[in-house]
């Protein structure tokens, strides 16, 4: 069992950055698949970006070039790193981990947190 606290959001303007924290507890993530998905109001989940246990990601073509996800094993943490952020990246953002194979699908993982807010505005 794991459990998931995500942290870091907050209010920023328009290209500005943020850094997402997502720290674990139960067990390792080292072995876990870890993704980031956000929820626009009125919109659906979106797959944002995904690091793999054998350490492939991949990212959403609306945050290739902008977001990275990274992981530090000694604080047993994943983090996100937004970088030029827009309006339309104002969502809750999750963090979830299956111990299987990463998608960008969020009925692939198994373990969520309780999601941080992000918005961009000026």
């Known amino acids: 069992q794991v459990q998931l606290v995500e942290s870091g959001g907050g209010l920023v303007q328009p290209g500005g950055s943020l850094r997402l924290s997502c720290a674990a507890s139960?067990?390792?993530?080292?072995?876990?698949?870890i993704g980031w998905f956000r929820q626009a109001p009125g919109k659906a989940r979106e797959g944002v970006t995904y690091?793999?246990?054998?350490?492939?990601?991949n990212y959403s073509d609306s945050v290739k070039g902008r977001f990275t996800i990274s992981r530090d094993k000694a604080k047993n943490t994943v983090y996100l790193q937004m970088t030029s952020l827009k309006p339309e990246d104002t969502a809750i953002y999750y963090c979830?981990?299956?111990?299987?194979?990463?998608?960008?699908?969020?009925?692939?993982?198994?373990?969520w947190g309780q999601g941080t807010q992000v918005t961009v505005s000026s």
């Open positions: 139960g067990s390792t993530l080292e072995y876990y698949a």
């Open positions: 690091s793999r246990s054998d350490g492939q990601t």
């Open positions: 979830a981990a299956t111990p299987g194979w990463g998608t960008l699908f969020d009925r692939t993982y198994e373990y």
